[in-house]
């Protein structure tokens, strides 16, 4: 029986397999470049493809492909054979340095936002090293950036690689400053924690809102959802324990660190958790992990919901993204120490990140802006949409100690008693977890809560890394120049704290006093939808920052705010449709009919005794007929709303109007439908509802 360390990376040409299958010199200039991002060789090219291809035919491969990704939100891939025709009429499997290294996909047929028109098709996908290919069914899977024919990148990895350059480029300037001469770069690393949900599969395609949308558009809440508390890491149910030990296996295979498993708040609703690892590979890891669940979750019946907000009344789902820096010889720069009021590295990069969040807080909430992540924000189970940063008690005294130049005496170290003798005695952290903070620090990284569950994490590390780049150079500059460098490093930590002090809040997020406080005494933005921030993307200060950095042109930027208000549009409008189509055929219908039986009942019953009065019949045939209209006049009041859509000049009056006159509406409709739902038989309504959904999986 294989273990897991057996298993474990089978499936990726990693390091393991390199250093086994390349000669001592191709690997040591292979490291080279994955190191230090030295230029490849062609020569090193041709080698590495032999051993991949051999690798790869060896482990049941036929093809392969440039595994990219666009601007869709999702992977893509072409596949090709390895083989190659010989003179007898034979073939010979063949792969060259040059196919690894570049591809060619089609570049007009992926979004671009105006960087490529329809007739200009050339593109060209890139080879990271940096990223180990791997082995998906029969296909060697070689992770690539996607180019246009211009140089203008239409993917996420291409900007995520330039932002952790950036990243490593300016902390290694502040590390120097700290006498660090040794470090060669400086990494950030991502752990994040994916939520999702499980129905069946027969369930599943019972309801059109679920297959076309992702989310249910109507239904009734159930008797009991999550009020009792009782789903949160309860004992895990066979079907659902089934599915999670293979998709384990599956992750294992592809060298992705799945770690915690676990049922989260919501009925139906799980989570995964994989170890932290670089940014890049953990971005390709999550792209690969969520495409498994669903492919995994089909092979058991079952289909995995990536929505944000899939059902009304229950917690939505998200993906904590778990962010660190650290020098590639693995020294945490987020790292307090036992004594964090004398580290003044650490306290110089905690003000990078606060100067980052606070100037940047407009970039933070776009890059985690979607229709389906709108309905999470904001709501008792995620983050506001206002960005503030949690950092515990202890990390608030110092600060203020620093800013008002007081002594700090220090957190006392308390140990837990907990009353039995049996129990263990432990250290008690001198600060507690904040779940309501948007950016909390939990001990030596910070947790981004507000990305949605099917984001792609690159977007949300992009601004990140960009952000504190940009806090970093600033600091440097100042620190490079300065007489006296203890002077100025006091004055520039003691003055950041002062002038970006309102982006810290400890307390209770889902306050309504605190979104109060928050906007209208600190000035902190409170960015509600996707059409309300997404264009902010292009406001000056940003797109200096990102464009003076390197990690985007001005036209890459422009592209990316119009296609994100596409797609919020897009959304949008598939759900409307949706409404109305599931309210003519099958909601409307559904209730009539009923209606109809419920009548014939009393006419039945007035037969067999001409004086009763039937009143409950009679009352309930008379709210259904007035929920049938009404129904039938918000139905068309939205396929009205519909048709106005479409003339705005450009997307961002185009996101607005769906915006304003879109959804408003379709709330309006969904609650009679809602409400008929509760007075129609079972046996007559059209799909399942949310008690078969979220208590379907045995």
């Not at 660190?324 to 990140?353: H, K, M, R, W």
């Not at 030596?444 to 984001?455: C, D, T, Y």
């Not at 519909?642 to 379709?666: C, F, H, K, Q």
Request: hydrophobic residues 40%; negative net charge.
């Amino acid at each position: 029986m294989s273990t897991v360390s057996d298993i474990f990376g089978s499936l990726v040409f990693d390091d393991r397999v390199m250093r086994a299958n390349l000669s001592a010199d191709v690997y040591a200039s292979l490291r080279k470049t994955i190191d230090e991002g030295t230029q490849l060789d062609i020569g090193v090219a041709n080698s590495v493809a032999r051993a991949m291809k051999e690798w790869a035919i060896a482990n049941g491969a036929t093809h392969f492909t440039h595994w990219f990704q666009p601007l869709t939100g999702i992977t893509a891939e072409k596949h090709d054979s390895f083989i190659s025709p010989s003179p007898d009429g034979g073939v010979i499997m063949e792969f060259s340095g040059k196919e690894l290294i570049k591809g060619e996909p089609d570049a007009s047929s992926f979004p671009s936002g105006g960087l490529r028109a329809t007739f200009e098709a050339r593109g060209y996908t890139a080879w990271d090293p940096t990223s180990y290919a791997f082995i998906k069914g029969k296909t060697l899977c070689i992770p690539t950036a996607f180019c246009s024919y211009g140089g203008h990148a239409l993917d996420k990895k291409t900007p995520l690689l330039r932002s952790m350059e950036v990243l490593s480029r300016q902390a290694l300037r502040i590390l120097r400053l700290f006498g660090n001469d040794t470090a060669r770069r400086v990494l950030s690393s991502v752990g994040p924690e994916q939520e999702y949900f499980l129905v069946t599969k027969e369930m599943y395609d019972q309801r059109p809102d679920l297959r076309f949308t992702g989310r249910t558009l109507f239904g009734a809440r159930p008797p009991k959802g999550q009020e009792l508390d009782d789903h949160y890491f309860g004992v895990i149910k066979p079907g659902v324990a089934a599915f999670m030990e293979d998709l384990n296996e599956e992750l294992w295979k592809l060298g992705i660190l799945a770690k915690t498993e676990h049922n989260e708040v919501a009925p139906a609703q799980h989570e995964l958790a994989p170890i932290y690892t670089t940014t890049n590979i953990a971005t390709d890891h999550n792209q690969l992990t969520m495409e498994i669940m669903q492919k995994v979750a089909a092979r058991h019946g079952l289909v995995c919901l990536l929505h944000e907000k899939p059902f009304a009344g229950v917690n939505g789902s998200g993906k904590h993204n778990n962010w660190s820096i650290a020098t590639d010889g693995g020294q945490n720069l987020l790292s307090p120490g036992d004594t964090p009021y004398e580290n003044a590295q650490f306290l110089l990069f905690l003000c990078a990140v606060i100067k980052a969040v606070d100037d940047y807080q407009d970039l933070l909430r776009l890059s985690v802006a979607t229709a389906g992540n709108d309905h999470r924000l904001g709501a008792n189970e995620a983050p506001p949409a206002v960005v503030s940063i949690f950092l515990g008690d202890e990390l608030d005294a110092i600060l203020d100690a620093i800013e008002n130049d007081t002594p700090y005496e220090g957190a006392e170290k308390k140990m837990m008693k907990l009353g039995v003798d049996v129990l263990p005695r432990f250290r008690r952290d001198t600060t507690d977890r904040n779940r309501t903070s948007p950016f909390a620090f939990t001990g030596n990284k910070f947790e981004f809560r507000m990305l949605g569950s099917s984001n792609s994490i690159a977007c949300a590390n992009i601004m990140l890394n960009s952000a504190v780049a940009e806090s970093l150079r600033l600091f440097a500059d100042t620190l490079e120049g300065a007489e006296d460098f203890e002077t100025a490093l006091h004055d520039l930590i003691r003055a950041t704290i002062r002038d970006h002090r309102r982006i810290i809040f400890n307390g209770n997020g889902y306050d309504e006093a605190w979104i109060r406080e928050a906007t209208e005494e600190r000035g902190l933005l409170n960015y509600c939808t996707t059409a309300d921030c997404m264009p902010h993307l292009l406001d000056r200060k940003n797109v200096d920052m990102l464009t003076g950095l390197g990690v985007f042109t001005e036209e890459e930027l422009r592209s990316r705010r119009d296609i994100m208000l596409e797609n919020y549009c897009k959304s949008i409008v598939i759900e409307a449709n949706t409404m109305t189509d599931m309210t003519r055929t099958l909601i409307v219908p559904a209730i009539e009919r009923y209606a109809a039986d419920v009548a014939k009942g009393i006419t039945a019953k007035k037969e067999i005794a001409p004086g009763l009065a039937c009143v409950y019949e009679t009352d309930l045939v008379g709210k259904l007929s007035e929920l049938i209209d009404e129904i039938a006049a918000k139905t068309d009041e939205l396929e009205a709303a519909l048709l106005t859509i479409g003339g705005a000049e450009d997307i961002v009056e185009e996101s607005a109007a769906i915006r304003d006159r879109l959804l408003p509406v379709m709330s309006e409709l969904r609650v009679p439908c809602d409400e008929a739902e509760r007075l129609t038989a079972k046996s007559y309504w059209p799909f399942p509802t949310y008690a078969d959904l979220l208590f379907g999986v045995k």
